[in-house]
Structures are given as structure tokens and as C-alpha cells.
């Protein structure tokens, strides 16, 4: 069973900044398209970033634009979150999984079926 596991979330003031990470155990994140979603309570969860498999395509959804960047560690197997200046609005608590890349680059960030949710990390964006 494919297991995500996310890190780096933490408490940090707004226009602060947070570097997620993003691995998989017994499992190559390599050239496998990538997404981080989010989630607060009661509410869906939402994709806001995905980095393509083949291309390293990156789409970021406009809350985050300009803001977040996704990028990948092929040597360490990791994907990684860079959010800056972030917003009391980018409280949530924060996954990945694998994406189909091919939707990544039409804009759509929707999980594959490739094992199951992690955890999350959580991110507070508070003064």
C-alpha cells in the first residue's frame, strides 16, 4: 500500500513562509506527476499545485499563484511546497498525491487512485 507522508507544515505569521515536503514510502515519486491539495474543516479538498511527471509542467490555481512553488528532488524522491507570503487564508491542512499529469497541464489537478491519502501537514497562518 502506497503511503504518502507530508512535512513541514507549522504555525508562522502572515508573509511568512513554509517549505512542504512530500514523500512516499516504497513508492518513486520520479516522473510521476504530483499535486498538493489542501483541506479546512467542512470544506472539500482542493488541489492547488501540481508538477507534471515527464515535463515538470507547473500549474498553480490562482489563490497561490505567484506565491507557492512546486518543484521536485528526484534524487531524494521528494516533491516540495515552497509557500511564501502567506495569508491567514492558506490555513489548511496540506497533502499530496499523485496527479495525472496530462490533466496537470490542462489545469486539473485530480488525484489518481495510487494508494490512499497521508496524513497531511498542517499549516496556521495566524499573528
Known amino acids: 500500500q502506497v503511503q504518502f507522508v507530508e512535512s513541514g507544515g507549522g504555525l508562522v505569521q502572515p508573509g511568512g513562509s513554509l517549505r512542504l515536503s512530500c514523500a512516499a514510502s516504497?513508492?518513486?515519486?520520479?516522473?510521476?506527476?504530483i499535486g498538493w491539495f489542501r483541506q479546512v474543516p467542512g470544506k472539500e479538498r482542493e488541489g492547488v499545485s501540481c508538477?507534471?511527471?515527464?515535463?515538470?509542467?507547473?500549474y498553480y490555481t490562482d489563490s497561490v499563484k505567484g506565491r507557492f512553488t512546486i518543484s521536485r528532488d528526484n534524487a531524494k524522491n521528494t516533491v516540495y511546497l515552497q509557500m511564501n507570503n502567506l495569508t491567514p487564508e492558506d490555513t489548511a491542512r496540506y497533502y499530496c498525491a499523485t496527479v495525472v499529469s496530462l490533466h496537470c497541464r490542462a489545469g486539473v489537478i485530480r488525484r489518481t487512485d495510487i494508494g490512499s491519502w497521508g496524513q497531511g501537514t498542517q499549516v496556521t497562518v495566524s499573528s
Open positions: 516504497g513508492f518513486t515519486l520520479n516522473y510521476r506527476g
Open positions: 508538477i507534471s511527471g515527464s515535463d515538470g509542467y507547473t
